[in-house]
T-cell receptor, first 118, second 111 residues
Framework: GAGVSQTPSNKVTEKGKYVELRCDPI?????LYWYRQSLGQGPEFLIY????????DSGLPNDRFFAVRPEGSVSTLKIQRTERGDSAVYLC????????????????FGPGTRLTVL | KQEVTQIPAALSVPEGENLVLNCSFT??????LQWFRQDPGKGLTSLLL?????REQTSGRLNASLDKSSGRSTLYIAASQPGDSATYLC??????????FGKGTKLTVNP
């Protein structure tokens, strides 16, 4: 499997619980992105990692959302005190360089994690 | 703030027809534009990437054009097939790494 993988594929939780969503990027890709897609909408940017550091977290909706990429490969998106409005498909993508468009750098997406907050 | 609009929201055509999907964006200062395909319950598959210096890209039956100054792109699909049925998303990349997406066009190709 050479593509981006995400686990779990589906997650059902109760309001107020904590959840973790995992992303395994394509091997060797330095850039990793998280997006959130609500029903009938296009994906919306959450956060971008270049290596281990979060280069842009401007899309995180509030401080209940946090993401890490400690070794520059696998990333985990963490959501505290989940709310019903957090229900969406969370998509992860990776790209080889992530160099602000200096290189035409296709983002490759995983299948997503469907989060349902009851 | 960059905004991306896709028209139409949904399109239903008979098999074999040629079709055009439209994408417009408000800020012409982009580095590139990508077209993606999304099947139900699946992630996004990149179809074509056009750099800002390019006018078009072709892959098989797909052709994407870019008019950066007017903020428009089109995706042309020739000789459509039922297997082309999916949602097609347009996304632009500006000064940051993030992609800004439209809401997509849901295409149904009827046998």
């Amino acid at each position: 499997g050479a593509g981006v993988s995400q686990t779990p594929s589906n997650k059902v939780t109760e309001k107020g619980k904590y959840v973790e969503l995992r992303c395994d990027p394509i091997s060797g890709h330095t850039a990793l992105y998280w997006y959130r897609q609500s029903l009938g909408q296009g994906p919306e940017f959450l956060i971008y990692f270049q290596g281990t550091g979060a280069a842009d977290d401007s899309g995180l909706p509030n401080d209940r959302f946090f993401a890490v990429r400690p070794e520059g490969s696998v990333s985990t998106l963490k959501i505290q005190r989940t709310e019903r409005g957090d229900s969406a498909v969370y998509l992860c993508a990776s790209s080889l360089y992530g160099t602000s468009g200096r290189v035409a750098d296709t983002q490759y997406f995983g299948p997503g994690t469907r989060l349902t907050v009851l | 703030k960059q905004e991306v609009t896709q028209i139409p929201a949904a399109l239903s055509v008979p098999e074999g027809e040629n079709l055009v999907l439209n994408c417009s964006f408000t800020d012409s200062a982009i580095y590139n534009l990508q077209w993606f395909r999304q099947d139900p319950g699946k992630g996004l598959t990149s179809l074509l990437l056009i750099q800002s210096s390019q006018r078009e890209q072709t892959s098989g039956r797909l052709n994407a054009s870019l008019d950066k100054s007017s903020g428009r792109s089109t995706l042309y699909i020739a000789a459509s097939q039922p297997g082309d049925s999916a949602t097609y998303l347009c996304a632009v990349q500006g000064g940051s790494e993030k992609l800004v997406f439209g809401k997509g066009t849901k295409l149904t190709v009827n046998p």
